[in-house]
């Protein structure tokens, strides 16, 4: 089978064989904002002609080649949901000379009644539920994804909007003007991690990131990574006071998994690393519940 | 008297009458960020002739013109100050034909050992001393400002950067994808405020701002008003939560002090506002001390 990760700046292709190993994998700039209306079936095949004419027949599609913005519409399907809830909801999109299925994103509303949303995210959770049963589980990123996995399943999760609110607060404020941009400051970090967990907030705990600075307590090249410290220890503290877990099951990049491991440990909880290469084996799975495989 | 509060974009200057009264004021564009190199007693000069000329010979200046980018760098002086204490502490600046002295801002540590600065705002909090005695102020914007006052004196305070953040957030996330701006929406303010005092914290609020977008629970016009109560509310919260304030007096232009006291009595605790117009006022008080009047 072909699975396909497409998302809003790349998209990452898969050829895995009937056991789940990947026998080939293909990443290309071509995010969906790239993709010209109606465009979808031909940018597809461009992308994995090789793998067609070698005889694949099956492609299983997620991210936000789902979404409003992408090739159809994959509604939302509500939480809990595992590999087989996810597979009887795939949307089956006409294509020539293949099958092909779009794996819906997920939805959850919290006890007030609020949505959230997650779409790319599900496949790489449903991988990683396999090897952790009961966990909470991180996936840290532009919108951090925390969820809890049980038995194979998502039954809930949360967004935090951290890697972009770090973008704007570091870039579009006065803080921009007294920092500079260099190597990741291990202690600076954890002095931001720590006053995260103080009393006061995080709208006053930003200013602090300029008083320090103004005491000669922050250097420039501190200032970023006491910022980073602030709002991940923000999302982190959130998080563990929302589930009350000892322990994260943390999948991410090596430069992000540093952090959140670090802000994790200094907040009492165990962490358990995972590579984030979660997608393939996420369609496996899902493809799995299809009967594909 | 003269007394001016030169800030970063303004200058406003009033004429002031021994017993306090305004007899006469100019609002000028000029802050200190335009004026050259060497260029603060042209400019100042340049702003209050007519005064000069009219027989005033003593001037008293607050705000950022007293910082490390303003004429003259008043150090910041340490909680609980007065005006006595705030008054004994003004800088002497030499100037042909007139008295002139600085009024310095102030400095306070949280009980984590964190700095707080502010710089304009003492001069408006004196005044609000005076007619409120032992209270709670808010005096809301860019950078919020919450001062316990006992007694005349300020003894205590926060910054929120709460309006900077809302700017940065609201601009240059993708939250501005979505929202239109237009005249306030009181409903989904309110919405906002009830969310932030709901369990998730504020990183996994803002993107619910998106996923309520995506439910058609948001409209593009209500986003802006949401977000502006999300982080009013947290800024609310987390100032009320320190204190356990029951009343608080609001000093804010129109907009701000509606918005300001709808999240305040959403909050339980009474409010009082004030005409945000303080610092002739505050400056009046000072100069009291330095036996000016």
């Known amino acids: 089978m072909i699975g396909v990760d497409w998302g809003t700046s790349s998209l990452r292709a898969y050829r895995i064989a009937p056991d789940g190993a990947v026998l080939d ?76 299925r779009l794996v819906p994103g997920l939805t959850t509303e919290d006890a007030d009644g609020i949505p959230d949303v997650m779409r790319g995210e599900e496949t790489k959770l449903v991988a990683l539920a396999e090897r952790t049963g009961t966990a909470l589980a991180c996936l840290p990123g532009t919108h951090s994804k925390w969820a809890r996995l049980e038995q194979g399943c998502i039954t809930h999760f949360t967004t935090h909007m951290t890697g972009e609110a770090f973008g704007a607060l570091s870039a579009h404020t006065i803080l921009a003007r007294t920092s500079v941009e ?24 930003l200013f602090g990131a300029r008083t320090l600075h103004l005491m000669d307590r922050l250097k420039p090249e501190e200032t970023r990574s006491f910022l980073s410290g602030l709002l991940i220890g923000h999302e982190v503290t959130a998080a563990l006071a929302e589930t009350g877990a000892r322990h994260v099951e943390l999948a991410a990049a090596a430069r992000l998994a540093a952090l959140y491991e670090a802000a994790l440990i200094q907040c009492g909880v165990q962490v358990r690393r995972h590579d984030p290469d979660l997608v393939a084996a996420g369609l496996h799975h899902i493809a799995r519940s299809l009967q594909w495989v």
């Open 182 to 205: 260099g190597p990741d400051q291990p202690e600076a970090f954890a002095r931001g991690v720590v006053r995260a967990r103080q009393q006061g907030g995080l709208l006053h705990h």
């Open 25 to 100: 994998r293909l990443d290309k700039a071509g995010g969906i904002m790239t993709v010209p209306e109606g465009g979808f079936p031909a940018a597809l095949r461009e992308a994995i002609a090789p793998w067609l004419a070698a005889g694949e027949t099956r492609v299983l599609l997620c991210g936000m080649v789902g979404s409003r913005q992408g090739w159809v519409e994959a509604p939302y399907l509500r939480c809990p949901a595992g590999p087989a809830e996810i597979a009887a909801a795939t949307i089956p999109i006409p294509f020539e000379g293949a099958e092909i």
